[in-house]
Nanobody, 121 residues
Framework: QVQLVESGGGLVQAGGSLRLSCAAS????????MGWYRQAPGKQRESVAT???????NYADSVKGRFTISRDNARNTVFLQMNSLKLEDTAVYYC???????????????GGQGTQVTVSS
């Protein structure tokens, strides 16, 4: 069984910072792409940032210059450093990972349970 567990969410004032972490655990062979997406009440799910195993990153226009995604392959962990937070960043943040359970198997997407980020004025 594979699990992704997020941590680091909370309440922060506008302009502040938070750092989210997501660790993958269980039995698997490898992890390729990892990322973060978010969903605010009444809004569609939005991809926030992605990172390949080699460290290539991609960001949503709404967070470029403010958020930084990184990963620690040895610890099967992905991070999201969020700076200069805005009210509109309020959402539940979920991590995702494309995981190969066995050698030669295709990568299957897994998601975490989510962590709430609330930005107040």
């Amino acid at each position: 069984q594979v699990q992704l567990v997020e941590s680091g969410g909370g309440l922060v004032q506008a302009g502040g910072s938070l750092r989210l972490s997501c660790a993958a655990s269980g039995s698997f062979f490898s992890i390729s792409d990892m990322g973060w997406y978010r969903q605010a009440p009444g809004k569609q799910r939005e991809s926030v940032a992605t990172i390949t195993r080699d460290g290539n990153t991609n960001y949503a226009d709404s967070v470029k210059g403010r958020f930084t995604i990184s990963r620690d392959n040895a610890r099967n962990t992905v991070f999201l450093q969020m700076n200069s937070l805005k009210l509109e960043d309020t959402a539940v943040y979920y991590c995702s990972a494309d995981i190969r359970r066995r050698i030669g198997s295709i990568a299957t997407p897994y998601g975490g349970q989510g962590t709430q980020v609330t930005v107040s004025s």
